[in-house]
């Protein structure tokens, strides 16, 4: 894979965040290239959500910088984030319970084309958002529940619907925390699926548990242990790295 | 199998389609005022506390702002359009966009400290803007009128031709027909984009967020809406009572209006209309048994109806079912 610096689209710099006494994120520095499948690793409390939340701006780091293609969106508004082009979804599914995934991906969709502010029209007159809306319920398995309200829905579909709101924002990175968390089995393999065939061109940050799943997409591991980058590289490297086994060994141990 | 699934942008597009019922609901309402002369002064009065709670709908039913000052502008565009009305020019039509905007104005201003903070924030703020308001035009009682109310105000005839009558008729077309626009208006509204970005931030505001919409900004917008249609509310009833006073901003106007709304409903925009009715029409009829205690049967409504729910109470058939 290319690690020329150029191609590096979302990078962070000596990231630090403090709660009170407790560091969370402690010195990150991290490179996610272009067309990346960069898998975050670490134990519970190891501060990946809180990484991600710096990322997107829900929450603002002590010291350090954010840069998206390069640019300094350290100090940028979560949703002018999403506008250069970084998305996420959320552990816990974040929706829209009264709307239906079909009025949800429109929304995401009208708000990529920069057309969620036109309050004349209404939403479905615009036959190019229709288009991608048809097309990413296909693409998410949504088609049989598109005219359900979305908190009715089993909640393997509300999770492919969490993925689906990020992906029609059309991103060139895409933060996925725990896209497979609490799915049942006989649900699964949707998520893996949609996940896997995520465009090739989108660079993608996976945080998650299922070492299955972790395996199965990463093609790069950062190893995070209490806020600090304890190791990163391949997942062979990773899976033969002694200190990883002795985190993930030594947490078992502690009975998780 | 025989009709096909109907596509994308038609199934998008089907709330916004006018229903039969709709229309329908809209000719006996405009029906009103010719069938019932006698009682026009009472239609033009559930008319405006209709638009009333139809502008609280906007910001609490669709945006999901808890307010217990909608006084505030409802208050600011009676005295807006009154004042306009004595000192400037008795046009209605100016002295209503007059009101409207300066009910709009105050929501602009005020709405910085709404879009932060929690409900009960919310709840203390907005009812703390309608407090200052009230004792300031209680305070400058040279301008206002004080207690004793703004006397004299005489209001010209609509479009220059029609004079407001004592029994009220064409003042009940007046506050119709602003209803009416202020109804497709908002019909058109919350069909939109914007629209439905609004009833999402009432469900997730992180998740409007993160889809790279501004919330701060759709909050305030939606809020200086609802009040620029409050104060046209309040502007009505000074043009058709030709009549302003302290009352218009008093407490119980921002509980009454949000009571309306409850009964009818929140988040539909019929639910203003109904509930000004239900509002209305169970005011006279508990006033006409039991004079005293109308409050006391409001008050048993509104506890039934939220500790039931609306649709339980509606469907008789699941009065006794399990709870949905």
Redesign the interface.
Known sequence: MNQNTNDVVLETQHLVKRFGGITATNDVSLKIHRGARHALIGPNGAGKTTLINQLTGVSAPSEGQVLLGGRDITGLAPHKRVALGLARTFQINQLFGELTPMQSLALAASSRRDAARRWWQPLGSDTAIAEEVEALLAQFRLEAHADRITRELPYGKRRLLEIGLAVALKPRVLLLDEPAAGVPASERQDILDTVAALPEDVSVVLIEHDMDLVFSFARRMTVLVNGTVLTEGTPAEIAADPRVRAVYLGEQAHGR | MNSPTP???????AP?RWRAWEIAAWALIWAAPIALPQHAALINEIVILALFALSLDVILGYAGIVSLGHAAFFGLGAYGAALFAKHVMPDPLVGLAVGTLLGGLLGALTSPMIVRGTDLTRLMVTMGVALVLLELANKFDDITGGADGLQGVLIGPLLGHFEFDLGARVASFYSLAVLFLAFLLLR??V???????L??L???R??V???????NGRLAAVYTLGAALAGAAGALLAQTTGFASLDVLEFHRSADVMTALIIGGTGWLWGGLVGAIAFKVLHDLLSAITPQYWTFWIGLILVVLMLVGRERLLSPRRWFGRRA
């Open positions: 596509s994308v942008a038609q199934r998008l597009l916004a058109r509204l069909r939109s984009p914007l629209g439905v970005s009833q999402a009432r469900d997730n992180l998740r967020m993160v889809l790279g919409l501004s919330v």
